[in-house]
T-cell receptor, first 110, second 113 residues
Framework: GEDVEQSLFLSVREGDSSVINCTYT??????LYWYKQEPGAGLQLLTY?????DMKQDQRLTVLLNKKDKHLSLRIADTQTGDSAIYFC??????????FGQGTELSVKP | GAGVSQTPSNKVTEKGKYVELRCDPI?????LYWYRQSLGQGPEFLIY????????DSGLPNDRFFAVRPEGSVSTLKIQRTERGDSAVYLC???????????FGPGTRLTVT
């Protein structure tokens, strides 16, 4: 069945780059998404990548997709304390429903 | 413009009671999704509406859960005979069409005592 895996925690220093990794199982996923969730808040759509792309850059965010290995990553350049949150990777399933990973908690230390 | 809104933001109910959770999607979005997020987990899909009809209800855990979207806009998730295991944050999302990017509301935190 469909499954999305992420590491649970990542800690970086302010100003460093953060790389959050994700693996997924459904090779038919058309889009893959990254969402950000701050404490007590809903999910904020950060960025997404179409499955026929290898890379997408959006300001400080870079998404890399390795479709052969079903591996997705999100790189945040110049990480700030305001980037501290839980980051969810999600794949689309037929019909459009999202299958989410467990989330990676990013902690940014000053 | 207005985003997805959900009411109430918090709901505390006793075991066995009936609850209704409301979602107001972004105007013009035809697709509406309900998810449930337990503590420390990612959201899990419950049901998807395209217009007024439920296109996929495969995520509803059992027949105590039901959702409607009678006019193709606002949706209500209904839970009968609530159990403590139903305690979670219920999230609603809408999308311009099925399969596109989904925009989430702030969620309703349901606590069953």
């Amino acid at each position: 069945g469909e499954d999305v895996e992420q590491s649970l925690f990542l800690s970086v220093r302010e100003g460093d780059s953060s790389v959050i990794n994700c693996t997924y199982t459904d090779s038919s996923s058309t889009y893959l998404y990254w969402y950000k969730q701050e404490p007590g808040a809903g999910l904020q759509l950060l960025t997404y990548i179409f499955s026929n792309m290898d890379m997408k850059q959006d300001q400080r965010l870079t998404v890399l997709l390795n479709k052969k290995d079903k591996h997705l990553s999100l790189r945040i350049a110049d990480t700030q304390t305001g980037d501290s949150a839980i980051y969810f990777c999600a794949e689309t399933s037929p019909g459009g429903k999202l299958i989410f990973g467990q989330g990676t908690e990013l902690s940014v230390k000053p | 413009g207005a985003g997805v809104s959900q009411t109430p933001s918090n709901k505390v109910t006793e075991k066995g009671k009936y609850v209704e959770l409301r979602c107001d999607p972004i105007s013009g979005h035809t697709a509406l999704y309900w998810y449930r997020q337990s503590l420390g987990q990612g959201p899990e899909f419950l049901i998807y509406f395209q217009g007024t009809g439920a296109a996929d209800d495969s995520g509803l855990p059992n027949d105590r859960f039901f959702a409607v979207r009678p006019e193709g806009s606002v949706s209500t998730l209904k839970i009968q005979r609530t159990e403590r295991g139903d305690s979670a944050v219920y999230l609603c999302a809408s999308s311009p069409g099925g399969g596109g990017e989904q925009y989430f509301g702030p969620g309703t935190r349901l606590t069953v005592t």
